[in-house]
């Protein structure tokens, strides 16, 4: 008996067979193992030529094929006669051999929100399909998510899609943040897998946003203390954080903040924490007005929740002109009026109204 062990699928070709004595059959049968066997065995007659015979057969993808040459003695019963099986130039190609292979589509999904104690989230769907399976298809949600076949109901762990012939037709997986849990973010990944075939993972990006609150801030005001300065001040709502954003243009240049995205200070922007309830904006431009919203906030970073409904309060005011100031002329009578050196005070900033003396 010769073994010789095939890959899948294969196409067989035999140009030439010699046997002693008749060909009785050719028997193919899938089996746990994939072998060719060539079985010989002792038997007088004649010799019969078999010549460029080409066997085809498709197998599953891991499954096994034999094959197996027979043959009896119809003719001839002395031991003179001599008995043999010879094959020449046996041929094996495999055709398509494919692995088990999983698709998903979209691999990512963003967006899952709720507000501490709102949940779940809406739901969103991706698509998996198998092909030249060999096992089911498990989907495996991460911790703080969970799918489900069917839109809005039947939400769970896992789910496990049945492969038919090698094959998971294209199917609708629905996604949601779970309910109950604390204010943060969450990238988690949901898992495709099924036995032989590279997991597939879908990666999922929420947050829980910390909750709203409930009013704005009172007696908000704004005070020009000079030129270049503002202080205001108000007394404070329910919020854990206070976030003033200032226009030297209107009100309606202002925008809004949006939940999930932190706004770091800067020249008419300021964050306060609850129990300050004051802040001085300084080296603004003299004599200009400036305009002002304050919005309260709880959260940090991208749990962050800003209460921007109904709108939030307004304050504007102008700064003060800019004192006078005299300078007294120290220079020649021919030297120029710009060179800052020939008054004194130096007049290093000239205002429209300074006042000049001249002795």
Request: a negative charge.
């Amino acid at each position: 008996m010769v073994l010789i062990p095939l890959d899948l699928p294969f196409k067989c070709i035999i140009p030439l067979m010699e046997v002693h004595g008749q060909v009785q059959e050719m028997i193919l049968s899938q089996v746990s193992q994939l072998m060719l066997i060539i079985m010989v065995f002792s038997a007088p007659g004649a010799t019969v030529n078999v010549t460029s015979k080409t066997l085809n057969q498709s197998i599953a993808v891991g499954s096994s094929l034999y094959l197996a040459w027979n043959y009896s003695v119809t003719s001839g019963t002395t031991t003179s006669f001599a008995q043999a099986l010879g094959i020449d130039d046996v041929s094996i190609t495999a055709n398509g051999g494919t692995s088990p292979s999983i698709s998903v589509n979209p691999s990512s999904l963003s967006g899952f929100s709720y507000v501490l104690g709102a949940g779940p989230s809406s739901e969103q769907s991706f698509t998996v399909s198998g092909q030249n399976l060999t096992n089911d298809i498990t989907l495996t949600a991460p911790t703080n998510y969970e799918v489900s076949q069917t839109s809005g109901s039947g939400f769970t762990n896992t789910i496990n899609l049945p492969q038919t012939g090698g094959s998971v037709s294209s199917t609708s997986i629905y996604v949601r943040l779970k309910s109950g849990l604390s204010v943060g973010t969450y990238d988690e990944s949901i898992t495709a897998s099924s036995t032989g075939a590279t997991s597939q993972e879908i990666s999922c990006s929420g947050v829980v946003f910390a909750t709203e609150p409930s009013n704005h801030v009172s007696n908000f005001t704004a005070n020009a203390t000079s030129s270049s300065e503002i202080q205001l001040t108000w007394t404070d709502a329910d919020a854990s954080n206070y976030l003033i954003k200032g226009s030297s243009t209107s009100f309606a240049a202002i925008v809004a903040p949006v939940d999930g995205s932190a706004e770091a200070d800067g020249e008419l922007v300021k964050n306060v924490a609850s129990g300050v309830q004051s802040h001085s904006f300084t080296g603004l431009s003299s004599n200009q007005t400036y305009y002002f919203k304050i919005y309260p906030y709880n959260g940090t970073e991208s749990t962050i929740n800003y209460k921007t409904s109904p709108d939030p309060p307004e304050a504007s005011v102008t700064t003060q002109a800019q004192a006078a100031t005299t300078y007294t002329w120290i220079g020649d009578d021919n030297a120029s009026w710009l060179e800052a050196t020939n008054w004194s005070p130096t007049r290093t900033s000239p205002q429209d109204n300074d006042i000049l003396i001249f002795i």
